[in-house]
């Protein structure tokens, strides 16, 4: 995945969010809790590496933060006060 030499074709769609907690209004709203890369991309019907910079993104955000493991995957739920 490169963010180089990409150019912007069009734009489809366009959300505002006033607080990063907004955030989750764009993950699916059966995703269970908690949940792992593979369950985010399964629910949002989007590939593991995407699924994957979701999670980075939330997690650096503070919503969602990383519980544990379940064998080699990261457990993740949203943070206290949001979802």
């Known amino acids: 995945w490169s963010l180089y030499d990409h150019q912007l074709l069009q734009v489809v769609e366009m959300h505002i969010f006033n607080n990063p907690a907004a955030l ?3 993950l699916p709203p059966k995703l269970p809790q908690p949940f792992t ?3 985010l991309a399964k629910a ?3 590939r593991l590496n995407l699924a994957q910079r979701i999670t980075y993104t939330l997690v650096r955000c503070g919503i969602v933060e990383r519980i544990g493991k379940e064998g080699r995957a990261n457990l993740y739920q949203f943070a206290a006060g949001d979802g």
Do not use: G, S
Request: glycine letters at 0%; charged letters at 35%.
């Open 44 to 46: 949002a019907k989007v």
């Open 24 to 26: 989750l209004r764009l």
């Open 37 to 39: 890369n593979k369950l």
